[in-house]
């Protein structure tokens, strides 16, 4: 049953009319009361009954001077609200004014930033150059004999300089990304032949670790449309990272797969550590890990699967992670299929 709704008049808008009244001496607080009283007595009754009408009939109000009253409260009350209105707009634009600032201070920090890690980056490269170069003289014998000791100890360095020039190499990439320098060279690629490469050099490194590494590239999947530099260097990143999180005895593997007749999938699943669902976002903000602690049991700038997700969305794709805490993840994206 619908309600019955009461009939809207000019009054209803005014908010304490009856004090009004009072102050412009047409009734006094005595009169106020008895038609307050009188007027909840009619509503008692079941009548929709406003308090101009009460004094109205009771005779301590007449209709010109209850419109005059009316009125002018409507007008009081239209300019509070133009004001009103007025005070929020210039409060909008010094808010606004406010968050335009911010914005472009955020934005001139974050390209301090990228700049620096550009020059720093490439600052520590040189140097780099020189060890790695006096590394190899040394373990080669080209500076003199050394002992089977030492050429270990040589090796062991070499092995940690390459790590370290990885490193370099990605902070270099990030800063050309987030200045948005990035190029591609996007071409017909042999994917299989990509994941064939990326596969053979992550074998030692797992083996190593006790991880099994395995790839499904069937011989019908077509070639893609991708830049082959950038690409290889996703697919090395995201294997590397599900080496690196998957326990001895487990495995990760590498696979291809048609989608339509426009693209293929390609996909690394580990058997590792997982993600929790609550913090999936977190492992693609750049110079984070999850584990956040000094002690933290597995290293990394932080950097990798940030530039992953910027170098697939530069090839127009969008790279897809799925992951359950304790058992592994899927990392996943679709490139375009090109065809003679």
Same mark, same amino acid.
């Given at each position: 049953?619908?309600?019955?709704?009461?009939?809207?008049?000019?009054?209803?808008?005014?908010?304490?009319?009856?004090?009004?009244?009072?102050?412009?001496?047409?009734?006094?607080?005595?009169?106020?009361?008895?038609?307050?009283?009188?007027?909840?007595?009619?509503?008692?009754?079941?009548?929709?009954?406003?308090?101009?009408?009460?004094?109205?009939?009771?005779?301590?109000?007449?209709?010109?001077? &209850?419109? #005059?009253? =009316?009125? /002018?409260?409507?007008?009081? +009350?239209?300019? $509070? @609200? %133009?004001?009103?209105?007025?005070? &929020?707009? #210039?409060? =909008?634009? /010094?808010?606004?004014?406010? +968050?335009?600032? $911010? @914005? %472009?201070?955020?934005?001139?920090?974050?390209?301090?930033?990228?700049?620096?890690?550009?020059?720093?980056?490439?600052?520590?490269?040189?140097?780099?150059?020189?060890?790695?170069?006096?590394?190899?003289?040394?373990?080669?014998?080209?500076?003199?004999?050394?002992?089977?000791?030492?050429?270990?100890?040589?090796?062991?360095?070499?092995?940690?300089?390459?790590?370290?020039?990885?490193?370099?190499?990605?902070?270099?990439?990030?800063?050309?990304?987030?200045?948005?320098?990035?190029?591609?060279?996007?071409?017909?690629?042999?994917?299989?032949?990509?994941?064939?490469?990326?596969?053979?050099?992550?074998?030692?490194?797992?083996?190593?670790?006790?991880?099994?590494?395995?790839?499904?590239?069937?011989?019908?999947?077509?070639?893609?449309?991708?830049?082959?530099?950038?690409?290889?260097?996703?697919?090395?990143?995201?294997?590397?990272?599900?080496?690196?999180?998957?326990?001895?005895?487990?495995?990760?593997?590498?696979?291809?797969?048609?989608?339509?007749?426009?693209?293929?999938?390609?996909?690394?699943?580990?058997?590792?550590?997982?993600?929790?669902?609550?913090?999936?976002?977190?492992?693609?903000?750049?110079?984070?890990?999850?584990?956040?602690?000094?002690?933290?049991?597995?290293?990394?700038?932080?950097?990798?699967?940030?530039?992953?997700?910027?170098?697939?969305?530069?090839?127009?794709?969008?790279?897809?992670?799925?992951?359950?805490?304790?058992?592994?993840?899927?990392?996943?994206?679709?490139?375009?299929?090109?065809?003679?």
């Amino acid at each position: 049953m619908s309600q019955i709704l009461p009939k809207l008049t000019p009054e209803m808008l005014i908010p304490r009319m009856g004090e009004y009244l009072v102050q412009k001496g047409l009734i006094t607080e005595m009169d106020l009361q008895k038609a307050l009283a009188y007027q909840e007595e009619q509503i008692s009754k079941g009548k929709q009954y406003v308090l101009g009408q009460a004094l109205m009939d009771m005779k301590m109000l007449d209709r010109d001077s &209850l419109d #005059q009253v =009316v009125t /002018e409260q409507l007008i009081q +009350l239209r300019s $509070a @609200l %133009q004001s009103s209105h007025r005070n &929020l707009e #210039q409060r =909008v634009k /010094e808010r606004t004014s406010d +968050l335009n600032e $911010a @914005l %472009q201070r955020l934005s001139e920090l974050s390209q301090m930033k990228a700049n620096f890690v550009a020059n720093i980056s490439h600052e520590l490269r040189t140097p780099l150059t020189h060890v790695k170069g006096y590394l190899e003289l040394l373990v080669t014998g080209s500076l003199g004999q050394i002992s089977d000791d030492q050429r270990h100890a040589l090796q062991v360095s070499q092995r940690a300089t390459t790590k370290l020039e990885s490193m370099i190499e990605d902070l270099i990439m990030f800063s050309l990304a987030s200045r948005g320098e990035m190029s591609m060279k996007l071409d017909k690629v042999d994917i299989r032949r990509i994941v064939s490469l990326a596969s053979s050099a992550a074998f030692n490194k797992a083996a190593e670790r006790g991880v099994q590494v395995s790839a499904n590239a069937p011989d019908n999947i077509p070639g893609v449309q991708a830049d082959p530099e950038k690409i290889g260097w996703v697919l090395n990143q995201l294997l590397d990272n599900g080496i690196k999180f998957t326990p001895s005895g487990g495995s990760v593997v590498v696979t291809l797969k048609e989608e339509g007749n426009n693209l293929v999938l390609l996909s690394v699943t580990d058997t590792g550590i997982g993600i929790p669902q609550s913090r999936l976002k977190e492992v693609f903000e750049p110079f984070h890990q999850l584990d956040g602690s000094s002690t933290r049991h597995y290293g990394g700038t932080g950097l990798g699967l940030s530039l992953v997700r910027q170098i697939i969305e530069a090839h127009g794709s969008l790279l897809d992670v799925q992951s359950v805490e304790g058992k592994g993840s899927t990392f996943k994206f679709p490139l375009l299929a090109v065809r003679e």
